[in-house]
T-cell receptor
Framework: DTGVSQDPRHKITKRGQNVTFRCDPI?????LYWYRQTLGQGPEFLTY????????KSRLLSDRFSAERPKGSFSTLEIQRTEQGDSAMYLC????????????FGQGTRLTVV | QQQVKQSPQSLIVQKGGISIINCAYE??????FPWYQQFPGKGPALLIA?????SEKKEGRFTISFNKSAKQFSLHIMDSQPGDSATYFC???????????FGTGTRLKVLA
């Protein structure tokens, strides 16, 4: 499968715990995006990387959230001191840099904070 | 100004009918408008997309109509099938960033 891969698919955690998600983009894609989707809503942009550089962060990305893409390949999204409001689907997407390519989404990681 | 407003919230169509979903935007800098299809538990999958230099784009049973002056665009699904039952999202962005602003989604159910 050469699509965007996310791991884990599901995560249940207790409030206050830290969690980390991984995204493996399509191999030749140099742009990587994180979105958050709550039930019944459209995905909301969180942040994006071009290669290893984090170019933009949404104000939705509080200080408890951090994302990395250390070698310009896979990316991790960490949430510290999780809260119940963090429960959502976390989606990763990737694309080639350029004006005429589209973004491809992974299957997402469903986070439930109890 | 960054919002994309989508309607209806839900839609029920008979098999073989036409499904129509509408979106409106404010930011005139947007120049790429994709539609995504999402099944439960899956990530969004690109269905069809349009740029504002054309008023219509058709791919199979799916057509986007674009009205630049009204800042509106719509998805038409012809000959709707039960397998089309899913949530559809419109989105907008500026070229090259793919920082999408998504609509709130339309849950489509096609009755057999």
């Amino acid at each position: 499968d050469t699509g965007v891969s996310q791991d884990p698919r599901h995560k249940i955690t207790k409030r206050g715990q830290n969690v980390t998600f991984r995204c493996d983009p399509i191999s030749e894609h140099n742009r990587l995006y994180w979105y958050r989707q709550t039930l019944g809503q459209g995905p909301e942009f969180l942040t994006y990387f071009q290669n290893e550089a984090q170019l933009e962060k949404s104000r939705l990305l509080s200080d408890r959230f951090s994302a990395e893409r250390p070698k310009g390949s896979f990316s991790t999204l960490e949430i510290q001191r999780t809260e119940q409001g963090d429960s959502a689907m976390y989606l990763c997407a990737s694309s080639l840099q350029g004006a005429s390519t589209e973004a491809f989404f992974g299957q997402g990681t469903r986070l439930t904070v109890v | 100004q960054q919002q994309v407003k989508q309607s209806p919230q839900s839609l029920i169509v008979q098999k073989g009918g036409i499904s129509i979903i509408n979106c409106a935007y404010e930011n005139t800098a947007f120049d790429y408008f994709p539609w995504y299809q999402q099944f439960p538990g899956k990530g969004p999958a690109l269905l069809i997309a349009i740029r504002p230099d054309v008023s219509e784009k058709k791919e199979g049973r799916f057509t986007i109509s674009f009205n630049k002056s009204a800042k509106q665009f719509s998805l038409h699904i012809m000959d709707s099938q039960p397998g089309d039952s899913a949530t559809y999202f419109c989105a907008a962005t500026t070229s090259g960033t793919y920082k999408y602003i998504f609509g709130t989604g339309t849950r489509l159910k096609v009755l057999a």
